[in-house]
């Protein structure tokens, strides 16, 4: 509902007005779907100030560290919710009952295993393919083997792909890791929960019993929920303008796989660990600080830093807590977690990243509970890819189920060269 009115004043015209609209939280946006009959456009790169679409489903106050997913916190949703659980919540808008949770879990179970032809796909690969290269491309692949729900118009088939997804994502993701490894696949289990159930096509081999540790089982999950969604980010963008297209959803997740990749955005947790490894030890934090502050080094702390948080990332303080549980629970004194505190007490002392109000974000804490717990770093990002599957498939249906949605179509502000004719190539 359009509140008030803004007016623009133009060179040469009478003021645009340009209506208001209000949220239920966060920014008022001034809608200017109609500032193009001024002449005029709107230049935003990176959106700074841009809202790309009205949403329901997640809502992020980043001076303030708020995160609520349908309106519930995160920390409240880690600590005492499920993986599974908040999935249900993204994707219908409220909590389920004891039954449609039972019923979602069953439904997600079932659709866990992948087509055997699909499992040929990975033999393309040389086996040291990084891991998420290969998920790109089998997630993109899934779209040759799934014919039967593709009306995207159709709110059936849009949860059914949004199931196959969900449910898929851990077992291409397992497949990524164990064909690095030159270990056969292990297919899922029924009988585990999808922590559990993905700690096992990791890990187990088919020379001994695999036991879930209960801890390690309880911080996967955790990391799930905390990486499941967060509004208009780089990857998530990708997908509504993929889908908005009308493609194929395996083909829009894949697109959202391949942004998430890059080091600012969810290759930031391997980026990190890769960081603490190459300083190596407390005494050389001081030199890598300099080298961030530095204009003319394009070094920034991998981990730090965030578009929309400018002040502490909430998903940082929860991931920290299950840092410091997981390590304790496996007794881990890890080098790299006293690197890793040092370098949080520094940079949260320092002006420069005061003033800047760089804080440590989810991918500084993730990236050690996930070394710790026995995952290589080339696999950070696919399970960052795995555990966001949710968030993606959640914005896309929300998009296609949004009446008079349109294909995206940024607009330009051309410097290129003016209209000029062709010269054949014997008088150049
Ligand atoms: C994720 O959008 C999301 O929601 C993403 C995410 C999600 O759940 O989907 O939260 C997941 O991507 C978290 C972010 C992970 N990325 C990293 O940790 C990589 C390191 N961080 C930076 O690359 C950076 O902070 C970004 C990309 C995260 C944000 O960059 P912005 O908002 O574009 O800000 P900027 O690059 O303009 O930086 C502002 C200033 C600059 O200095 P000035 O030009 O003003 O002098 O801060 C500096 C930057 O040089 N700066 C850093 C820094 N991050 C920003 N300096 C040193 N180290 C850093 N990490």
């Not at 088919?206 to 799930?224: K, W």
Request: net charge negative; proline share 6%.
């Amino acid at each position: 509902m359009a509140d008030n009115i803004a007016k623009l004043q133009v060179p040469g015209q009478e003021p645009v007005e340009l209506p208001i609209k209000s949220g239920t939280a966060g920014h008022d946006v001034v809608d200017i779907s109609t500032l193009g009959k001024s002449g005029y456009f709107t230049f935003d790169p990176g959106f700074m100030a841009t809202a790309s679409c009205e949403s329901e489903i997640t809502y992020i106050d980043g001076a303030n560290g708020i995160l609520l997913h349908r309106g519930y916190p995160i920390d409240q949703l880690a600590t005492q919710s499920s993986y599974l659980e908040v999935c249900y919540l993204l994707l219908n808008g409220e909590l389920p009952s004891q039954s449609q949770m039972q019923e979602f879990k069953t439904l997600v179970t079932y659709h866990t295993m992948v087509h055997e032809q699909l499992a040929q796909f990975y033999r393309g690969f040389r086996r040291d393919a990084h891991p998420m290269a290969i998920l790109c491309g089998v997630v993109g692949a899934l779209s040759a083997f799934y014919h039967d729900s593709l009306d995207v118009n159709d709110e059936h088939h849009r949860g059914v792909a949004a199931i196959r997804l969900i449910s898929k994502m851990p077992t291409l993701a397992a497949m990524a890791y164990k064909y690095n490894l030159g270990q056969p696949f292990v297919y899922p289990r029924n009988d585990l929960s999808f922590a559990g159930n993905f700690l096992n096509m990791m890990f187990s081999v088919p020379c001994e019993e695999y036991v879930v540790n209960p801890v390690i089982e309880r911080a996967m999950d955790r990391i799930f929920i905390l990486h499941a969604d967060h509004e208009q980010n780089a990857s998530t963008s990708t997908v509504r303008l993929a889908g908005s297209s009308g493609a194929n959803p395996f083909a829009c997740i894949s697109a959202g796989v391949a942004s998430l990749w890059g080091p600012a955005h969810g290759g930031a947790n391997e980026a990190c660990l890769n960081m603490l490894e190459e300083i190596g030890s407390v005494d050389r934090i001081p030199e890598f600080i300099a080298r961030a502050k530095d204009k003319n080094d394009p070094f920034r702390l991998m981990g730090f830093g965030h578009r929309v948080y400018k002040n502490f990332d909430p998903r940082a303080t929860v991931m920290r807590e299950t840092c410091h549980e997981v390590l304790a629970e496996l007794n881990i004194q890890d080098p790299l977690l006293d690197v890793a505190m040092e370098l949080e007490r520094i940079a949260l002392s320092d002006e420069y990243f005061i003033d800047k109000k760089l804080y440590p974000n989810v991918d500084f804490y993730s990236g050690i509970i996930m070394k710790a717990i026995g995952i290589p770093t080339s696999m950070f990002t696919v399970i960052f890819a795995l555990s966001r599957t949710v968030g993606w498939v959640s914005h896309w249906q929300e998009m296609l189920s949004q009446p008079g949605h349109k294909i995206g179509r940024p607009r330009q502000l051309y410097t290129g060269a003016p209209q000029r004719d062709y010269v054949p190539g014997n008088q150049r």
